[in-house]
């Protein structure tokens, strides 16, 4: 089966560093990915990992280690906009499983 | 512009009656995937795509039907066996990784 976790709520300030977890308790898959959504919308795509190691893209980097079964999501220079819901997802077999989910609250 | 297109954006249903939400993508993805979101919740997999003519249930198949008849169009019917079947609806494809529509809110009125 697969099973991630996250935590359901963190909460910092603007021009901080934030940084979202994802445990899981799956074999076999193939990456990690994370996805934004804001209140109303969709998720749109941040980051993949494919391999061990740091994907930076601008202020957004991901982590993944597999030997630990733990990813994270590094949010930096944060900004009023980046308050939204954070999720990991597993890419395993044909299937994509998300996580449950981290609202990030940015406070000015 | 390529993309995913849901519609409707906003969809009423009465109670026993079945509705039909649209999936379009000009992606070139083989791969296409329904879920569901309740309010805070995360997403749930209802049926997904791997091929032209061929689906499979995801967690919550149960009250839903889909059709993969063009590679481009994944179309999902809610029906009338879905009780409780108010919630925000999101298609999605890709490979490694996937991209969303813009999603369509469904409600039981």
């Known amino acids: 089966g697969q099973s991630l976790e996250q935590p359901s709520e963190v909460t910092a300030v603007e021009g901080a560093i934030v940084q979202i977890n994802c445990t899981y308790q799956t074999s076999g898959f193939y990456g990690l990915s994370w996805y934004q959504q804001h209140d109303g919308g969709a998720p749109t795509f941040l980051s993949y990992?494919?391999?061990?190691g740091l994907e930076e893209t601008g202020r957004f980097s991901s982590f993944l280690s597999r030997s630990d079964s733990y990813g994270y999501l590094l949010l930096q220079e944060l900004q009023m906009k980046d308050s939204a819901s954070y999720f990991c997802?597993?890419?395993?077999?044909?299937?994509?499983?998300f996580g449950p989910g981290t609202r990030l609250s940015v406070l000015p | 512009d390529g993309g995913i297109t849901q519609s409707p954006k906003y969809l009423f249903r009465k109670e026993g009656q079945n509705v039909t939400l649209s999936c379009e993508q000009n992606l070139n993805h083989d791969a296409m995937y329904w879920y569901r979101q309740d309010p805070g919740q995360g997403l749930r997999l209802i049926y997904y795509?791997?091929?032209?003519?061929?689906?499979q249930k995801g967690d919550i198949a149960e009250g839903y039907s889909v059709s993969r008849e063009k590679k481009e169009s994944f179309p999902l019917t809610v029906t009338s066996a879905q009780k409780n079947p108010t919630a925000f609806y999101l298609c999605?494809?890709?490979?490694?990784?996937?991209?969303f529509g813009e999603g369509s809110w469904l409600t039981v009125v």
């Open positions: 999605a494809s890709g490979l490694n990784t996937i991209y």
């Open positions: 795509s791997q091929i032209v003519n061929d689906f």
């Open positions: 997802a597993v890419i395993y077999g044909q299937n994509f499983v």
């Open positions: 990992n494919a391999l061990d």
